[in-house]
C-alpha cells in the first residue's frame, strides 16, 4: 500500500497566492472558453441557474433539477432567461444569443464548456480532492470521511446532505473558503448517467471511491450495465498520480478496467487490500477488524448494520491514502454518527427505531433487514419491519417487490407491516414464512396504530422503504422527533 497525500502535494503547482474565493469577470470566462471578448470587462457574483440566481450573477439557461445533457425548447430558454433578468442577473450563458440579453454564446454541448470552466477555475486553487460515487452507500461513506479525515484536517463535506449533481458541484466550488484543506464532493451515480464523469473532470480529484454498482434509479438508467459505466466513469477526471478505490466484493468492480493507480476494498473478498473483519453488530454500534498489510486494527463506530463495515473499510482506505495513521483512522471512525434517518437507531420511550428510509433499493433492502437479524436485542425483544415500496423501480418493480417479500420470509422477523402500492406482492412473498405475522396498511395512520398495538419495551423497529414514502413522518407522530422532509433533523 501506498500514501499518496504527499505525493500529490509535492506534484501539484503551488498557486501563487490562494484568493479567498473564485472572483469571475467576463474576461476571465472568455479566456478560459476561447470567446471572442468585446467591450467593457464586468465582474459577476456568481455562476449560478436561473432558479438561485441574485443581482450580480452569471447566469446558466439550463434547469438544475434536470438532466445536464438536456437540451432545452427555445421557450423554455426565454423563460429561464426572463427569470434570470428579472431577478438582477448581468449577463447570461447559452449556446445561442437569447432576445436581446447580453449574453455569452456558447458551444453545444453546454456541459462540456461548463465542465472546462469549473475545471480551470478550480484547478489551480484546489486542496486534496476526494469524490464519492455508487448506488448506495455513498452518503454514509461521505460522512465516514468527514469524521475520520476531520481529526487532522479542516474538511469541506456536506454534512449529511446529499449535494450530489453538477449543480450542486459548481455552486460548491465558487463557495469554498482556503481556510480547508481537504475538499469532499459526492456525485450521483445514476440520476442521469454520465454525471460521475463529468463532476470528476470540473474537480479533478485525488481520490475517487466507488461503493457498489446495485439498481437505484434502474427504471432511468435501464440496466445495471449501464448504472456501472457511470459509475467507473468518476475515474475519467482522475488526477494523474491519483488513486480509485473500489469495492472488491461488488461483481462489476472488481473486473472493472481502470486507468490510475487502484486499491480495493471488502468484507467478502479475501483478495481485497483493506478487508472488514471479525464484525460484530449491536443495537448500538459494530466492532470489526480492518485487515490491511498483514495486520488487523480494531474499529468501533456508532453505526448499525455489519454492513457499514465494509463502508468503513473503504473509509480507511482513503484515510490511508490521505497520510493517516492505522490508530488515527480508526479513532476517527468511531467519531461518525448516522444522521437525518439514514442507517439510524433512534431511541424514545418504548419506542427503538432503526431508521433507513431516506431511499430503497433491493440491496439496501437486504443491507437493512441482515443489520436487524444480525442485532443483540434484549430479553424478550421482538423484531419488527415497517416495508414501504422501492420508488422509481419502473418495470423491474414486481420483480424487486417479490425478492423484498422473500427476502423478508428469510429474515428472523416477528412482525412484518407491508406499505404502499406494492403491499400486496410483498406480503404474498413474505408469507411463505408461517411464523412470521403479517399486517398490511394503508396510511401512516394505520402503520402507527399498529405499532402502538404491538411494539413493547425491547423491541427494535425497522423503517425502510423509498424517500416518497415518507417513513420518518412515524417517528415525528409517534414521539415527537423532528425529522424533515429533506433527510435531516430539526434541532
Known amino acids: 500500500m501506498f500514501r499518496i497525500f504527499n505525493k500529490i502535494k509535492k506534484s501539484r503547482p503551488e498557486p501563487k497566492k490562494r484568493p479567498e474565493k473564485i472572483h469571475l469577470t467576463k474576461k476571465l ?25 441574485v443581482k450580480g450573477d452569471i447566469v446558466i439557461l439550463q434547469k438544475p433539477r434536470r438532466s445536464p445533457f438536456i437540451t432545452y425548447s427555445e421557450e423554455e430558454v426565454f423563460k429561464m432567461a426572463d427569470r434570470a433578468m428579472k431577478k438582477g442577473a448581468k449577463r447570461l450563458i447559452s449556446t445561442y444569443q437569447v432576445k436581446d440579453y447580453p449574453c455569452l454564446v456558447i458551444q453545444e454541448p453546454m456541459i462540456d464548456s461548463l465542465t472546462k470552466l ?15 460515487t ?3 452507500g455513498k452518503t454514509t461513506v461521505v460522512s465516514m470521511l468527514e469524521a475520520t479525515l476531520g481529526t487532522k484536517h479542516k474538511v469541506y463535506g456536506h454534512d449529511g446532505d446529499s449535494l450530489n449533481m453538477v449543480p450542486h458541484t459548481i455552486s460548491r466550488v465558487q463557495s469554498w473558503d482556503p481556510s480547508y484543506d481537504i475538499f469532499i464532493q459526492e456525485a450521483a451515480e445514476g440520476a442521469h448517467a454520465g454525471v460521475p464523469a463529468v463532476i470528476s473532470k470540473m474537480l479533478e480529484p485525488d481520490v475517487c471511491l466507488v461503493t457498489n ?36 466484493d461488488d461483481p462489476f468492480l472488481k473486473n472493472a478496467e481502470t486507468k490510475r493507480k487502484t486499491i480495493y476494498y471488502g468484507m467478502e473478498n479475501e483478495k481485497v487490500d483493506y478487508r472488514a473483519v471479525n464484525a460484530v453488530s449491536t443495537s448500538d454500534g459494530i466492532s470489526f477488524d480492518i485487515l490491511h498489510d498483514g495486520k488487523l486494527t480494531h474499529c468501533e463506530i456508532p453505526c448499525v448494520g455489519v454492513h457499514n463495515a465494509q463502508n468503513a473499510a473503504g473509509t480507511f482506505a482513503a484515510a490511508k491514502a490521505c497520510g493517516m495513521s492505522d490508530k488515527d483512522a480508526a479513532g476517527g471512525l468511531s467519531l461518525y454518527h448516522p444522521k437525518g434517518y439514514r442507517q439510524r437507531m433512534y431511541h424514545s420511550g418504548k419506542y427503538h427505531f432503526f431508521l433507513d428510509c431516506y431511499n430503497s433499493s433491493v440491496e439496501s433492502v437486504r443491507s437493512a433487514l441482515d443489520a436487524t437479524k444480525d442485532m443483540v436485542l434484549r430479553e424478550g425483544g421482538k423484531r419488527i419491519a415497517v416495508m414501504a415500496d422501492i420508488a ?12 423484498v417479500g422473500r427476502y423478508a420470509a428469510s429474515s428472523n422477523l416477528d412482525i412484518l407491516i407491508c406499505y404502499g402500492e406494492n403491499k400486496d406482492i ?6 411463505k414464512n408461517p411464523h412470521l405475522r403479517i399486517f398490511k396498511a394503508e396510511t401512516i395512520g394505520e402503520i402507527e396504530e399498529l405499532l402502538k398495538d404491538n411494539v413493547e419495551e425491547n423491541d427494535v423497529i425497522l423503517l425502510k422503504g423509498s424517500h416518497s414514502m415518507e417513513l ?15 433527510g435531516t433533523e430539526e434541532i
Open 426 to 431: 410483498v406480503a404474498m412473498e413474505a408469507a
Open 213 to 248: 454498482v446495485g439498481t437505484s434509479h434502474i427504471e432511468r438508467m435501464g440496466s445495471q450495465e449501464v448504472i456501472f459505466e457511470s459509475c467507473i466513469g468518476i475515474q475519467e477526471g482522475l488526477s494523474e498520480n491519483g488513486l480509485l478505490i473500489l469495492n472488491g
Open 392 to 403: 422509481q423501480a419502473g418495470e423491474f418493480a414486481e420483480e424487486y417487490h417479490k425478492e
Open 134 to 136: 455508487g448506488s448506495y
Open 29 to 53: 470566462i472568455c479566456d478560459i472558453l476561447e470567446l471572442p471578448f468585446d467591450g467593457e470587462d464586468e465582474e459577476y457574483n456568481c455562476l449560478s441557474y436561473s432558479t438561485d440566481a
Open 118 to 132: 469549473i475545471h480551470e477555475l478550480w484547478k489551480d486553487i484546489k486542496p486534496m480532492t476526494l469524490s464519492v
Open 472 to 486: 420518518y413522518l412515524i417517528p415525528n407522530d409517534l414521539v415527537g422527533a423532528r425529522f424533515k422532509k429533506d
